[in-house]
């Protein structure tokens, strides 16, 4: 059986398409110790597809019970295959969070929802290009109007049988070169496939990574100093610095990938 783990912003669409695939086969719980809705439901007509929904969050921060959960189950528990939902007409803000789950590194299809939406407000996305650019399935679709249902499943039985492989979003160089240096501290503590995670996260000083990895104080010291030295050359913030290459890195899409109406206009006079 294969574990489906469906992500997304919320009002992207996450309900409508859950219930889509999954039909009446649905089991409703809580997340472990809160209150939390936890939906499990097998794929219509396939019950080696398992579909999980986690909670509607914008970041993988661990600042809210929402983020703490998805992430804590990512990491821990990780799915086969991350089914990534965006609204196709925020797709800045929703390939914020999109950049955040490939920094897991798992496995991830990028399902395209509100695809209607977009086209009634005469705009495009170049769907070729975004493959390309992020080396990841991208599906278009509607949920509500039941639009390439069949091509999204058939993409994910795809991808469950053989995991796409991808090359992380690579950020600013000075900040790559950061979390390599810190990566070569903890990878003694972190498993291989987990540790562009744990890099970002040590560099953002996340608290709940920081109490969960013990590294030795001397790590401790080193870790510090490639930070301080990052936020000398950035005069930013760690935390700043790494929301802002993702920031960054969703502009470069966006331009390359996003086309409207006005564009069109352009390029025709
Ligand atoms: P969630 O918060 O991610 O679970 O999102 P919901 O499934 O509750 O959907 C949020 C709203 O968007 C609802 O009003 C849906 O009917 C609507 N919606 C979902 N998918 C689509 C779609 O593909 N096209 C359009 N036009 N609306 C959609
Ligand atoms: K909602
Ligand atoms: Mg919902």
Known sequence: MNLIA???NQNSGKTTLFNELTGTNQYVGNWPGVTVEKKMGHLKNDKQLMLLDLPGVYSLSPYTLEERISRKYLIEQPPDIILNILDST????NLYLSLQLMETGLPIVLALNMWDLLKKQKRT???KKMEYLLSVPVIPLSAVKKENISGLVTQVKKAAQEPPKY???E????LESAL????????????PSKL????IKFFERDEKVIQ???LTSHQQQEVEDIITTAENIFAESSDSIIVNARYDYVAQIMAMCVIDRNDFQMSLS
């Open 125 to 127: 996305i170049n769907l």
């Open 196 to 199: 562009r995670w744990y890099a």
């Open 212 to 214: 969960k990895i013990k």
């Open 171 to 174: 950020y600013d160089n000075r």
């Open 167 to 169: 090359t992380y979003p």
């Open 90 to 93: 925020n797709l800045e803000r």
């Open 6 to 8: 469906l992500a997304g």
């Open 180 to 191: 390599e240096m810190i990566s070569q501290q903890i990878q003694d503590h972190v498993a």
